[in-house]
């Protein structure tokens, strides 16, 4: 069997003192888009933070293993280097750094810990062109300093923009459909199906349906209160989107 | 923020802390008259120069030392200071004939002193301690008319321009510490570029302190005639040393009609240690003239070393239509103090600066940019824009500004824009989650900080200052 691309087994994370995630498992395979919903505070973010190594998140039980490696032994960066990559909600601004000059930074410490010699840097422009043709970002805002001054579509563009460049793994959209009109919202979404391949893996994480309208995820999950309580296909958006989370509050309630 | 993360980051040694192993003529501990006629046998000078340091020595002694400055600086025995300390070396000053242990130093230090070795375009005087040790292409410049030597040969070879210019920009009367160097000054270099001619090279002065207990007193010389253009640059180091140093420059520059100079530095004085101990007292004195119309003197200082620094290059913006500008990033770390900004001085009319100063402070470090605009009554249409960012990494360091401005005329035009931030946890993150370590996420964000002033440095050092930036703040991500 081909080994999972990502396997969390019981995961409990708390941030300062107070336990947030209490008990999620999650395997997704490479090829697969899996869609992540839940009401707000249930700990979507907590989860895409901890996959991405924050430290003020503190595993306190359960492990991760991405790509055969232990992920929790590894730091923030090198969890990057391995693939794993984050469109994150409110991305900063780095003052006097182009979004290309900070990308060829980014793609050369890949490069090292991989082994590999700096990008040569002619290569490195043709390949930022035509990540952006695949993307359809604007060149004017890539010589700019990163995300200084961009409006909230162009911040979350630069970030598709950026997943292009690096090509991860596993990509995780942290509520990247928020504070998006719908033009933002169908080229943000138009690129992450480009970049879809059969050894790469997207979760979305999301509280609504919009993004998912055009990104079709393989599997849907519902995380409340720390655990991902209902697994499903694609028809679990539209039914959740008709009904609420209520009902599924309540069928957790049951359950108990 | 997280201080395991600001550890990291910010342990980093002083590359240039090392003691060269050499015999090292020095004169007795102390200041008095007599050790100052000491200096002046030993450099063999006319009897107009050691007038001129008696003078300004009796001048000394009726001063204090200045306490306005956001600084805390402890006594000062200045009777336990060394104030002539010149390595061993034969009179020939051939490159062959330079001591191995010198050229070594140098080579160390990244400035190689055989023309063919040196960076090309680069003319260098090497001086450690009290003297210079040895002037590159002085013969290329000669050529063209330049003179490029140590202030103690100028005094011998040119003295009709050494006594026309010396203390015309800082008169030995300015303040406590130029009067000071006044007295003792030992060498330093001289410039002269003659009327019409572009300085065909870069000019360079390096800097070193290698004895102990020694103070550094040079004086740097730099005239342009009419339409002449140079770039000089210096840099500095010092060996680790539990004691602090003195170092107190002087550095005066006369700029003619429609010359202009280019004046940079990178000062590397070593900082002290983490806690706080030893390092170089930089207290300085840089002041330049635009006597002619349409003059230009640019100041670009990338400024990282010392324990303390006390410094504000200025400008006398004398001859109409002259313009000045004033690039700086000073870095503080750790427990160092820094009091720096400059002067700028509108006496002609329609003359134009810019001072662009990025302060960044981190450690327990304190950071002010203090800066004088003055525009005198009879100064028309004068401009002036400032502005003065601060960066801060952690909690524990300070920065302030004090910005001065004397507007006695009312045409003038003067902005002034000052921003504090600080470097957040989300930025080094975000670097990190694309796979770039905290030390380069914090090189990186300094980099597009300061970056308004590193590409006014001249190109060969604009690299080497970026990454001087980015090792004094190594470990002290916050």
Not at chain 1, 144 to 163: C, D, T, V
Not at chain 1, 216 to 240: N, Q, S
Not at chain 2, 8 to 27: D, L, M, P, Q, R
Not at chain 2, 391 to 410: M, Q, V
């Amino acid at each position: 069997m081909e080994g999972k691309l990502l396997r969390i087994r019981n995961l409990h994370a708390s941030v300062e003192g107070k336990e947030i995630l209490k008990g999620v498992n999650l395997e997704i395979n490479a090829g697969e888009v899996h869609a992540i919903m839940g009401p707000n505070g249930a700990g979507k973010s907590t989860l895409s933070s901890v996959l991405t190594g924050r430290e003020k998140f503190v595993v306190t039980e359960g492990e991760i293993e991405f790509n055969g490696k232990n992920l929790l032994d590894l730091p923030p960066e090198d969890r990057a280097r391995e693939g794993i990559f984050m469109s994150f909600q409110y991305p900063v601004e780095i003052p006097g750094i182009s979004t290309v000059n900070f990308l060829k930074t980014a793609v050369n410490e890949i490069r090292k810990y991989h082994g590999l010699p700096p990008y040569p840097a002619g290569d490195f422009l043709k390949m930022i062109r035509q990540k952006m043709e695949l993307t359809g970002i604007d060149n004017k805002l890539l010589n700019r300093s990163l995300n200084e001054g961009f409006s909230g579509g162009e911040k979350k563009k630069n970030e598709i923009f950026q997943m292009a460049v690096l090509e991860p793994k596993l990509a995780i959209l942290d509520e990247t459909d928020s504070g998006l009109d719908i033009d933002a919202l169908r080229t943000v979404a138009g690129g992450v199906n480009k970049l879809k391949r059969p050894d790469n893996a997207t979760i979305v994480i999301t509280h609504y349906q919009r993004l998912l309208d055009y990104i079709v995820p393989d599997v849907v999950h519902v995380l409340y209160d720390g655990r991902i309580v209902k697994t499903a296909g694609k028809e679990l958006v539209a039914e959740l989107e008709k009904k609420g989370y209520d009902w599924i509050k309540e069928e957790v309630k049951r359950e108990l | 923020m997280n201080d395991n993360i600001i550890e990291e980051v910010t342990g980093s040694e002083y590359k240039y802390g090392f003691v060269t192993n050499v015999e090292t003529e020095t004169i007795a501990k102390g200041l008095n008259e007599e050790v100052i006629r000491a200096i002046s046998a030993k450099k063999e000078e006319p009897e107009w120069l050691l007038e001129f340091r008696l003078q300004a020595y009796r001048k000394w002694l009726t001063m204090k030392m200045p306490r306005w400055a956001q600084l805390t600086i402890p006594e000062i025995d200045y009777q336990d200071i060394v104030y002539y300390a010149a390595p061993k070396q034969k009179e020939n000053k051939d490159w062959e004939e330079v001591d191995p242990e010198l050229k070594a130093t140098f080579d160390k230090l990244g400035i190689p002193l055989s023309e063919q070795m040196a960076l090309s375009g680069v003319a260098v005087d090497a001086v450690m301690d009290s003297v210079s040790v040895k002037t590159t292409f002085k013969d290329t410049l000669a050529e063209r008319g330049v003179i490029f030597c140590s202030f103690s040969e100028a005094v011998k070879n040119h003295p009709d321009l050494v006594r026309k210019y010396l203390g015309s920009v800082v008169p030995y009367t300015d303040n406590y510490f130029a009067a000071l160097n006044s007295a003792v000054f030992s060498d330093g270099s001289f410039v002269y570029i003659p009327k019409g001619v572009r300085c065909p090279m870069e000019l360079s002065t390096y800097f070193r302190i290698n004895a102990q207990n020694t103070g550094q007193f040079e004086r740097t010389l730099i005239v342009a005639d009419e339409e002449a253009y140079v770039s000089y640059l210096e840099g500095c180091t010092a060996p680790m040393r539990d004691e602090n140093q003195l170092h107190a420059a002087i550095v005066e520059i006369v700029i003619e009609k429609n010359a202009e100079v280019k004046y940079s530095t990178v000062q590397n004085w070593y900082p002290g240690d983490k806690d706080g101990k030893g390092g170089i007292y930089n207290f300085v004195t840089k002041r330049g003239i635009c006597r002619g119309e349409n003059a230009r003197l640019i100041w670009a200082q990338v400024e990282t070393g010392s324990a303390i620094t006390w410094k504000y290059p200025s400008t006398i913006l004398k001859g109409d239509g002259s313009v000045s500008e004033f690039y700086s990033v000073a870095v503080t770390n750790n427990y160092q103090q820094a009091d720096t900004g400059t002067k700028m001085i509108h006496i002609g009319n329609n003359t134009r600066s810019r001072i662009v100063s990025k302060g960044i402070s981190a450690g327990y470090s304190s950071n002010s940019y203090r800066g004088k605009v003055k525009v005198v009554k009879g100064c028309q249409n004068a401009r002036n824009y400032s502005q003065c960012d601060s960066l801060l990494l952690g909690d524990k360091c300070g920065a302030h500004t004090f910005p001065y401005l004397e507007i006695e005329n009312p045409t003038a035009q003067v902005e002034h824009e000052a921003t504090t931030s600080r470097i957040g946890e989300d930025q080094i993150f975000y670097c990190n989650q694309r796979g770039i370590s905290a030390e380069d996420a914090v090189g990186l964000i300094i980099k597009g900080y300061a970056g308004d002033v590193l590409n006014k440095m001249p190109m060969e050092f604009a690299v080497e200052a970026q990454k001087l930036l980015q090792i004094s703040l190594e470990g002290s991500v916050g």
